[in-house]
C-alpha cells in the first residue's frame, strides 16, 4: 500500500513502505509538521489584479501554505485574492506588508464559503481559521486579534491606563479630540459619572493645590451652555466690561461747575436729561463708581455720550481722571491725569447724539484696591474742541477689565 499525504504535505507512510528512506521521510515530515506549527514565510502577490493560489507540497518543505505565518509583500496594483485548497484545515496568522491601497482577500479556492480581507489601507495583521468544513463552500473564519495598524472595533475590552497618541477620531475617522502632551505634566481632569439625584462632574486635579480649568475659543467663538430646557446662552468669560454712568448720576463741580440737570423735552420720543458745559471756559462735575470686587484695579477708559442743540459742526472735547480710596482713606486726595479721547464733532443737526471714540488708558491715582470708592471728575476742555454751543453731557461708559469668575 502506497503513502498518503495530508492536505498541508506531511507524508502517511504505509506499513511495510518506504525500507530504508523511513528516516529521511520521517524527518521532513517532522520539518514540514514545525513549519506548520511555528513556521514563517514571505509571499510576493506583486502587481495588478490576480488571484494567488497557495498549493501544497506533499512530501516536501517549503509549501507556503503549510505555514503558521505568512506575510503578503509586493507592490499591488489592483484588488488581490489568495487561495488555499478545500481540504485544508488550521489556523494562520496573517500579515499585509504590501504597498499600494487595494485590498487582499484570503479564501478558498472555489465555492461561496466566507472569507478574510484586508481593507485598503489595512497594512495590519490578522489571525484567521480555514475550517474545511464543507467539502465545496468551506469558511475561513476571522479569530478575535487587536492589529497594530487595521481598523477594528473592540468590544466589551477593558483597557487598563491606556495611551492614546495625538487625536481621538470618531467612527467616520475624523478628528473628535487632539490630544497634546506636557512635559512632566502634574495637573488633569477627571471626568467622573453620577448616582441618581447627582450631576456627573468634570473635575480640574492633580498635583498643585489650586488647579482651574481653561477653556479656549478659536477666534471670535464664544463659549455656549445649554440648560435642560433648551435655553442656549454664551458663558460670561472675565475680561473687558462696562459700566454706564448717566448725567442723572452725575454732579456740577461747586467751583468751575457745569450747570446743574437740565431736562429738555423735543417733538418726538425720550426726553433728554442732561449735564451743560459752557463753550467758553472749562467746566467740570463728578460722579463715583464701587467696582466690583472682580476688577483687576488696573487702568480704565471711557466714552462720552452727549449732544448740543445747535446745528454747529465743531468737535468737542472731554477728558475723565479718577482717585480711588480705601477704607478708613483721606477723601481730600487729588485725582490722576486727566485722559480724553478724540474730540468728536457734532453732526450739524441740532439734538443728534454724539458718541466719542473710546479714549486711552486712565490712571487712577491712590493705588486702586478690592472694595474702593472711585471717584471721577469730567470736563470740557474748550481750548482742544470748537464748538460753538454748550455740550449737553448724557452720560459716561466705563470700560474696565475683571480678572476673577465672580465677586465672591
Known sequence: MASTYTPLGIELQATGENAGTWGTKTNTNLQIFEQIVGGFTQQSIAGGAQTTALSVSDGSTGAVLSHRMIEFTGTITGNQIVTIPLDVQTFYYLRNSTSGSYTVQFKYTSGSGDSFTFA?????????????????NPDILTLPNVSLTGTQTLTNKTLTSPIIGTKISDTNSNELFNLTATSSAVNEL??????????????????????????????????????????????????????????VAMYPNTTNGCANIAQTELSNGPELKTLDFDKDSDEFAQFAVAFPKSWNEGTISFQAFFTANSTDTGTTSWALQGVA????????????????????????????LAVTAESGAVTIAGSPSTDEYVF???????????????????GVKLFFTTDAANDV
Open 120 to 136: 485598503a489601507a489595512d497594512k495590519g495583521d490578522a489571525v484567521v481559521f480555514a475550517t474545511a468544513n464543507d467539502g465545496t
Open 190 to 247: 477627571t471626568f467622573a459619572n453620577a448616582a441618581t439625584g447627582n450631576n456627573p462632574s468634570f473635575t480640574a486635579s492633580g498635583g498643585d493645590s489650586n488647579v482651574g480649568i481653561d477653556l479656549k475659543t478659536k477666534g471670535t467663538g464664544v463659549i455656549r451652555a445649554e440648560d435642560g430646557d433648551g435655553n442656549v446662552a454664551a458663558v460670561k468669560i472675565a475680561g473687558k466690561e462696562t459700566i454706564w454712568v448717566p448725567a
Open 325 to 352: 480710596l480705601a477704607d478708613n482713606g483721606d477723601l481730600n486726595t487729588a485725582f490722576g491725569t486727566a485722559v480724553a479721547p478724540t474730540a468728536k464733532a457734532m453732526s450739524g443737526t441740532a439734538n443728534d
Open 376 to 394: 471721577f471728575q469730567i470736563s470740557r476742555d474748550v481750548s482742544a474742541d470748537d464748538l460753538n454751543a454748550d455740550a449737553k453731557l448724557l
